[in-house]
């Protein structure tokens, strides 16, 4: 049942401008005109999930309202609009990290379950007792616990590449523990916590070098930088649609067409099938294969919307505007007394976390919000992470396209209340 996309429609082309227009992006989002508590919102909890565009919004509206079908099976009108849509989607997901072909591009719900669907497969062919997976101490749970669990029915071992107090990964380390053992090397390529981008280019080129594959954790990596999937030469990259202003319930894995194909299959159903028999079942070819049962169709023509809004302004635009106000925002934080950001790296995006001498980050986000100010308190899903800095949890302010300088003084203002409050 493969589709072969011919034209891919793009909706709201908005012509890529030179110049980095954040007020006229502002009002795409209708999210961020909101007042909270009386104070109009700020919010800074991008890399929880992002507010979504104004054409995300029409996008999924415009499936449920006049498309909505299943996919791939129908003959109807109906049914052939939704397809295309949706496979235009996959195609636009495809150029967008310069993927060779579009059936190397898996729709899954997000970075997670793209993450549980390399270890269900991959490594339940590959992944034998004594073997090893290799990741780094910056990890999200989502790229920790799927490696424990295929390791502890395995009886196979996770090793960690350790970090600096900066939150640099130590790559002398990083490289000594590649080895003969190691399957597959499993890395964050931005950290959610400390904002390092981490050098996944020469990662990859290392752990090659001894024959083993890479699966890239691009969750907060796709929202900030251009990615190109072929320049990184990994084996898979993992993405969520709703950290890149696209909706919730959908993501891309996207893998290496040889390796997909060797892999069996995730989930079985429908879809994912050529024929079947009670004797014998012949499964689909890429992507297919992967995708048992419908899809989230609207998350999916929606994720597509996100992609050509994103094309319209330019990543590298996004990149450097964001760049610019993430020094702005680490120069005028960093110089409140008492105050400690975690994550220093050289090589930064999007995030700023941090500790305040004698305040619980918890009452540092329950005052912030008072303030209109939206910022996440916790773990972060980096336990490991938050031992390793000798922290029980941090406030993290986290950045979009649609930030401004502006709210990073509202965030300083505010975290001056919370001193005057409980210091
Ligand atoms: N990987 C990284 C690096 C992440 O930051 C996250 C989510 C995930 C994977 C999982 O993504 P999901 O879309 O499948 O949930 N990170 C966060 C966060 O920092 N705050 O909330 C979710």
């Known amino acids: 049942m493969a589709f072969t996309p011919h034209h891919v429609t793009e909706t709201s082309p908005r012509g890529s401008s030179a110049e980095f227009d954040v007020e006229r992006i502002r009002r795409d989002f209708p999210a961020l005109a909101q007042k909270v508590h009386g104070k109009p919102l700020v919010y800074l909890d991008n890399a929880a999930t992002s507010q979504k565009p104004q054409a995300v919004i029409e996008a999924e509206e415009h499936f449920y309202r006049r498309d909505c079908s299943n996919i ?15 496979e235009d989607a996959r195609v636009k997901a495809q150029r967008f990290v310069n993927a060779p072909d579009s059936k190397e591009i898996i729709f899954v719900r997000g970075a997670t379950e793209a993450i549980n669907l390399v270890a269900g497969t991959f490594g339940r062919k590959y992944v034998q007792a004594g073997d090893e997976i290799l990741i780094t101490a910056m990890e999200h749970h989502s790229n920790i616990v799927p490696w424990q669990i295929l390791c502890e ?5 996770l090793r960690v590449a350790p970090i600096n107090d ?5 790559l002398a380390e990083y490289e000594k523990l590649l080895g003969p053992k190691t399957r597959l090397a499993a890395l964050v390529h931005v950290s959610n916590v400390l904002g390092t981008i981490n050098p996944v280019r020469e990662m990859v080129e290392s ?16 929202p900030h930088l251009k990615v190109d999937v072929q320049d990184l030469d990994c084996e898979f990259y993992a993405f969520s649609g709703h950290k890149l202003y696209g909706p919730t319930g959908i993501g891309v894995l996207y893998g290496k ?38 899809s989230n169709i609207a998350g999916g023509i929606g994720l597509g919307a996100a992609v050509d809004y994103l094309n319209g302004i330019g990543m590298e635009s996004i990149a450097a505007y964001e760049d610019e106000l993430l020094a702005y925002a680490t120069e005028e934080i960093s110089r409140i007394p008492g105050l400690r950001i975690i994550g220093t790296a050289e090589k930064k995006a999007g995030v700023i976390s941090f500790v305040m001498e004698g305040i619980h980050p918890h009452d540092v986000g329950t005052i912030l919000d008072q303030e209109g100010i939206a910022v996440r308190t916790g773990h972060h899903c980096a336990q490991p992470l938050m031992e ?36």
């Not at 900066?166 to 130590?170: A, F, K, N, P, T």
């Not at 993290?396 to 001193?419: F, H, P, W």
């Open 207 to 222: 752990a090659h070098r001894k024959g083993i594959p890479v699966l890239l954790d691009g969750a907060q990596a796709a």
């Open 257 to 294: 067409a040889e390796v997909l194909d060797a892999m069996p299959p995730y989930q079985g159903g429908g879809d994912m099938i050529s024929s079947v028999t009670f004797e014998k079942t012949i499964y689909n070819s890429l992507p297919y294969k992967f995708e048992a049962g419908t």
């Open 153 to 157: 029915e395995k009886g196979a071992k």
């Open 388 to 423: 390793r800095f000798g922290i029980p949890a941090t406030t993290r302010a986290s950045l979009a396209l649609y930030n401004t300088k502006r709210e990073i003084d509202t965030l300083v203002m505010g975290i001056q209340k919370v001193k005057e409050l409980l210091g």
């Open 166 to 170: 900066r939150g640099e990964l130590l």
């Open 72 to 86: 791939h099976r129908g003959v109807h009108e109906l049914s052939e609009r939704a397809t295309k849509s949706y």
